[in-house]
Every structure is written in structure tokens, then in C-alpha cells.
């Protein structure tokens, strides 16, 4: 280094003979060196300016005396009374907030709100930041449960880190991680959307700088913040406040942020769009619904492509009405070939019967299932002999299958003995229809009409568990299960599309869907009216559609019979079970009589043959048993050479087994 003004101008002198090679080196040497000693000027002036005080005469740091507090040691500026204070009582009001306090029914969807006022503390901001560690404090002291570490979170900056002294909990909020160092408390808002189930929008239309916004039904928990320099700010006691409720609760108080003190009283409906289509589709599972939605696969719902993406977000419990109208037993998956590439290729056919009569007087249900397509068509039956069955068949040859110009080419069958008589067999062959059926008790052999009879029973069970509606109407029931049923997707030849979607060609239009057994007012017509203060519609409850004529079904308990119209307005909001709503639905039960028989009355039938009718297997009964209130009948089968077999272990109900016995099978279904 050069020390002064003669060493300088001697190693200016030597600069001149030195090569050109070594004269760069030198000269930046040369001004590297004036840059240090104009540092070293100024730290040097910047050090006598902080001792000195008063007059320009300078003092050691023990004899400085504060201005404020006339204490030695610091100065004013540094002086401990200097940190504000924070006043209490009407000196310094603190913001307000309102507490939503909601209150659910579950089964109307309804939802009421009471607002009221609640102090939060606004001092303590925490920053927003989308690229933020999880949660970030600075005072140990908000801290629960903290444990004492040593470590460091890394930084933007390369080489650079934050130290991390503790973790502990704020509420919901998890590992939130002591940093006295940092300059902001911060919290991620990935962490806000994970621990509240919400999601943030910043500067919405109405000038809010944050909105916390849950994603189950879209309610605004928090509506305030703070913007500084660009940056989002949301009190601490807010998100301490919001994180310590479970936000899937009805009892539960929400907080949204606000500077306003009124108290407001507010009543709304809320509904889940996917629930509403849930129930409206005959309790469709939710990821068919998705796949619905995605694919463009149902027309007009109402569900937009935002509400796909916040249903993600959505844990849904099993409801109750879907868990006792579809629990099954373990499935083993078998994978299968659809028999037919187009409509009316391969025909299945099957009867289903059922215990209790509908309102018509029907017991059976006779489905025709196509499998390409997978659609479906059904007969209410009162009997099952062949005659009927071939009025039917005949029917949908002609309305289901002339009118989409097609044919049927295969027919087949179980081993009912009505489903292949004489009759049924020589119209097939009038018309060129070949046929099949399958072996005794080999239900696998004919598995898509079984499947559609379940899928069918369990949609009809749900909607009548649903609407509360008697027994007696499951076959309106069953046939809107059926028509819900033909327009969802499902595996198909031409891959997953709807029934109705594969036979005309395009999507269906599920606008005119409403929630079945929901209360319906129909329009009185006018020349029914008079010109007095009575009600102008008859309130009745929705039961099926209708397409010819055009309309709705609905079921009119004054008039005790079911009416088309399209005048229709409908109250899809069904209470629980314990609301006046289900008084009206109360009268409309049948009251049956338990009247007690002796099993001695049916001794006399033990040891005569019946045939059962749906198998047409030839039994014997053996010997009566009362299990749980109810008489049963144990039965074997007779063989060929007049032999019992061996006793089915299922007894039958005493009922069917008279049944039976009374409505012997004719000589053609044997």
C-alpha cells in the first residue's frame, strides 16, 4: 500500500517504464486503493458524529444521556419508552368483526343466519403469501404445545436461511415454526385452504382485499384483510379464531372480518348443486355424476366446470337413505363381452316379483333389456302366464323397436316357463327372432337383466326412502328409476355413454329433472276456478314423468289419483322426517291389522306339492317353523324318479307357499 505523497509520484515514475502488459495490473491497483481510503473517511467520520452531542463535543457511550428519559446509557431515539403502548377502552377502539353464527337443517338444505358483533385484535397482521413455509410466527408466545428446535428454513437468496428456533401450534394450524428474525409473520395459503377447506380471493369486485370463501357452499367466512405495498394481510385472530372450529359442524361460529358493527338477521336456501342432481338422479353416485358433468354426457344441469373442481375438495359422508337402499355383499368382478355391436341385436328378458301390491294391484315386473345399449324397458304385470307375455312382447317389438327401424334378432331368457311357452316361442319364429335360455339356477348366465333389476330397485328404494311416500307407490317409483336410469351413462358397445344417448344419437336433456316425492302445486284449470278468495293450485307430490301426453305425474292426495300437467311448480327442499311436511303423508299409510294365526291352521298342508313360480321345480312341503313372529314352510325338491331331495336349508313364508298352491302352473309352462 502506498503510505504517502513521495512513495506515490515515485511509483507514478515506475508506472512509466514498466512494460504495457503490467501497466493495466498496476493502474487498477492503484484505484482500488483510493476506493479504500475514501471507506475508510467515511466509517471514520460516521463513528465521530455518533459520539457526539450538544455542542459538537464528543462523549463515550456511558456518558450519553437520553433526551426523554434522562437516563445514561442510550439516547432518545433508543430509549425503551419510545414502543407505543397500545390504549384500551375508548382511547384506541380496536376493529370489529361479525361472527356468522349458522344454524343447518340437513335434509331441507336450508340454512340461517344470525350476525352479531365480536372484538378482534387488528395490530397483529399475518402476511399472505402464496410462496410462503407453511406458518411462520414471530412471538413464541402465540405458540401451543411448543417444542424447542434448532434449524433453518431456506430462502429465496442463494446460500441464505432462516433460523428456526421452536414449533408449536396456533389453533389448527400445525408445525407453525418460531423465527424471531423474520420480518413478517406469514402463513401460506395452501395452509389456509388445507385447515379452514376454503379457498382466497384477493381484491374482489367489491373492493375487499381478502376473501376466505368455503369451498362446501361457497359462504364467506372471512371478508377484511389489509393491502400494504402489494402485499395481503389477514389478522392473526381471525385465522386463530377460524382454525379452531370444524367448519363441517352446524354449531360452529364462522368470523367474517368487516368494519362495519350493524347486526344483521338473514334466512336463505343453500344448495349443493351435486346434491340437488344426486337427488334428482335417483341418488347416482357422486364420480358417475362427475363423469356425467366432464363428458358432456347430460345436458343442462346447472353444474359448472368451477363446481367440478371445488366437489375435489369435498370429503361426502355415505347418506343414509343411499347406504340402506344399496348395501350389498362383496362383488367378484368378472370381466364379460356385450353380446350385440347395435340396437335390438341380443334382447334379455326377466321377471321380477315383489310382496307388496302397488297402488294398481301389480306383482311382477317384466324388463326387456337390450345389451348393446343397455336400454331398458318394463311391464307392470298383475299375472305371469304366457299370454300376457306375449301381449307384451309384442309391444315393444312394435312401439320400442319399429320405431327406431330396427329389429330383434336374438331373444333370451331364464328358464321361466312363461318367458319360453308355446306362444312366446312360435311368435319368434313368425318373425325370424332367434332364442335361448339359460339352465335351472344359473342366474350368471342371464347377468345383465339381473344387474338392471338391481340397479333399478335400488334407485326406486332410495327415492321412496327419500320422499317418505307409502310402499304402494313403488312401481311409479320403479318406472322413474327406470326413465333416470336410461339417460345415465353406462358401458355400452359404442363405450361409456347413456342408453338414450347411443339410440338417438345425442345427449340428453336432464333440465326437466326434478326430485322425485317432492311436493308439486298444480294450477287449477280456469274454468275450475271461481271468482273468490280460494287457493288456485291443489298441492299433490311428483311421481313420475310423462310423455304421452308430455308432462309431469303428480300424485293428488285430495282426489286420491295421479294427474298430467305441465302446470307444475315444485318444492324440491324435503324436510326430516319430524316436520309437519310428512303429516299429509301420514294419512295416506295403510293401516294393516296384525292379526295372530295359530300354526295349527297350516299343519294340514305339510306333505302336499306345490310348484314354485318362478322356477317351476316341483317341491314338497316337510315341516312348519315359527322364526321371529313369522310362520315358515321347509321344503325339498321332487326328482324325476319320485324321490325327495335334500331339504333347502331358506324356508319360505307360509303365505307364498298358499299362494303357490292355489295358482298351479298350466300344462304348456310345465
Same mark, same amino acid.
Given at each position: ?110 340454512? =340461517?343466519?344470525?350476525?352479531? @358483533? ?18 411462520? !410466527? ?7 404445545? =411448543?417444542?424447542?428446535?434448532?434449524? &433453518? ?27 424471531? @428474525? ?125 363446481? !367440478? ?43 321380477? @316379483? ?7 294391484? %301389480? ?32 309391444? %315393444?317389438?312394435?312401439? *320400442?323397436? &319399429? ?26 319364429? &313368425?318373425?325370424? !327372432? ?56 353406462? *358401458? ?59 308432462? %309431469? ?57 306345490? %310348484? ?59
Amino acid at each position: 500500500m502506498v503510505k504517502n505523497e513521495d512513495d506515490e509520484q515515485s511509483a507514478k515514475r515506475s508506472l512509466v517504464v514498466l512494460p504495457d502488459a503490467d501497466k493495466h495490473a498496476v493502474a487498477h491497483f492503484m484505484a482500488e486503493n483510493k476506493k479504500l481510503k475514501k471507506n475508510l473517511k467515511r466509517l471514520k467520520k460516521t463513528f465521530t458524529n455518533k459520539n457526539k452531542r450538544g455542542r459538537g463535543e464528543e462523549e463515550s457511550a456511558k456518558e450519553v444521556e437520553c433526551f426523554k428519559c434522562h437516563k445514561k446509557g442510550h439516547r432518545k431515539f433508543e430509549c425503551p419508552l419510545n414502543k407505543k403502548v397500545k390504549s384500551s377502552g375508548e382511547e384506541k377502539k380496536k376493529r370489529l368483526s361479525w361472527a356468522n353464527v349458522t344454524e343447518y337443517e340437513d335434509d331441507a338444505n336450508t340454512v =340461517f343466519e344470525k350476525t352479531v @358483533s365480536v372484538i378482534c385484535d387488528t395490530d397483529e397482521l399475518v402476511l399472505l403469501d402464496s410462496g410462503a413455509n407453511r406458518f411462520v !410466527i414471530r412471538e413464541k408466545e402465540k405458540l401451543a404445545n =411448543f417444542v424447542k428446535v434448532t434449524a &433453518a428454513m431456506n430462502l429465496a437468496g442463494r446460500e441464505s436461511g432462516l433460523p428456526v428456533f421452536g414449533i408449536g401450534e396456533i389453533g389448527g394450524f400445525k408445525n407453525v415454526k418460531w423465527c424471531p @428474525s423474520a420480518r413478517h409473520n406469514l402463513v401460506s395459503v395452501s395452509a389456509v385452504h388445507e385447515v379452514l377447506g376454503c379457498r382466497t380471493v384477493f381484491d374482489d369486485f367489491d373492493g375487499t382485499p381478502v376473501k376466505l370463501v368455503r369451498n362446501l357452499d361457497n359462504f364467506v367466512l372471512f371478508s377484511g384483510g389489509q393491502k400494504l405495498n402489494g402485499l395481503y394481510y389477514v389478522d392473526y385472530g381471525i385465522l386463530k379464531q377460524l382454525s379452531e372450529f370444524n367448519l363441517s359442524t352446524s354449531e360452529n361460529c364462522y368470523y367474517l372480518s368487516t368494519m362495519s358493527t350493524e347486526i344483521n338477521l338473514a334466512s336463505s336456501n343453500i344448495t349443493d348443486k351435486f346434491l340437488l342432481l344426486h337427488n334428482r338422479s335417483g341418488h347416482l353416485n357422486y364420480s358417475a355424476l362427475d363423469e356425467c358433468i366432464k363428458n358432456d354426457l347430460l345436458l343442462n344441469t346447472g353444474i359448472k366446470p368451477k363446481d !367440478i373442481r371445488d366437489s375435489k375438495n369435498k370429503t361426502r359422508p355415505v347418506g343414509d337413505v343411499c347406504a340402506r337402499s344399496k348395501g350389498t355383499r362383496t362383488s367378484f368382478k368378472q370381466i364379460h363381452d356385450i353380446r350385440g355391436k347395435l340396437f335390438g341385436d341380443f334382447i334379455s328378458v326377466d321377471i321380477s @316379483s315383489y310382496s307388496v301390491p302397488s297402488r294398481d294391484g %301389480y306383482v311382477y315386473v317384466l324388463t326387456f333389456t337390450d345389451h348393446a345399449s343397455k336400454k331398458s324397458k318394463s311391464y307392470p304385470l298383475v299375472n305371469r302366464t304366457g299370454d300376457i307375455i306375449l301381449v307384451c312382447l309384442r309391444d %315393444y317389438i312394435q312401439t *320400442k323397436l &319399429a320405431t327406431r327401424d330396427t329389429r330383434m334378432r336374438h331373444y333370451h331368457a331364464d328358464r321361466g316357463g312363461e318367458l319360453i311357452c308355446k306362444l312366446v316361442l312360435a311368435e319368434l319364429k &313368425a318373425r325370424g !327372432i332367434t332364442y335361448s335360455w339359460t339352465l335351472p339356477d344359473t342366474p350368471e348366465l342371464n347377468a345383465v337383466s339381473e344387474r338392471k333389476f338391481r340397479t333399478l330397485f335400488e334407485r326406486a328404494l332410495a327415492m321412496l326412502l327419500r320422499a317418505g311416500l307409502p310402499v304402494v307407490f313403488w312401481w311409479d317409483a320403479y318406472e322413474a328409476s327406470e326413465y333416470i336410469t336410461n339417460c345415465l351413462p353406462t *358401458k355400452t358397445a359404442n363405450g361409456y355413454i347413456s342408453p338414450e344417448e347411443f339410440v338417438t344419437g345425442s345427449p340428453p336433456d336432464v333440465s326437466h329433472w326434478r326430485i322425485w316425492g317432492c311436493k308439486a302445486y298444480i294450477k287449477i284449470p280456469r274454468s275450475y276456478q271461481q271468482k273468490d278468495f280460494t287457493s288456485r293450485v291443489m298441492s299433490g307430490f311428483h311421481v313420475g314423468y310423462s310423455r304421452t301426453p308430455i308432462g %309431469y305425474k303428480v300424485y293428488v292426495p285430495k282426489l286420491n289419483e295421479i294427474i298430467t300437467t305441465v302446470h307444475v311448480t315444485f318444492n324440491e327442499v324435503l324436510p326430516d322426517y319430524t316436520t309437519e311436511y310428512y303429516q299429509e303423508l301420514s294419512k295416506l299409510k295403510i293401516q294393516e291389522e296384525l292379526k295372530p294365526m295359530p300354526l295349527e291352521n297350516f299343519v294340514h298342508l305339510i306333505g302336499e306339492i306345490h %310348484y314354485d313360480d318362478e322356477t317351476l321345480i316341483k317341491y314338497i312341503n316337510t315341516r312348519l317353523k315359527v322364526i321371529d313372529g313369522y310362520i315358515v314352510m321347509y321344503r325339498c325338491p321332487m326328482l324325476a324318479d319320485g324321490a325327495r331331495g335334500r331339504e333347502e336349508p331358506a324356508p319360505i313364508h307360509i303365505a307364498d307357499v298358499v299362494r303357490m298352491m292355489g295358482n298351479p302352473p298350466s300344462n304348456e309352462q310345465l
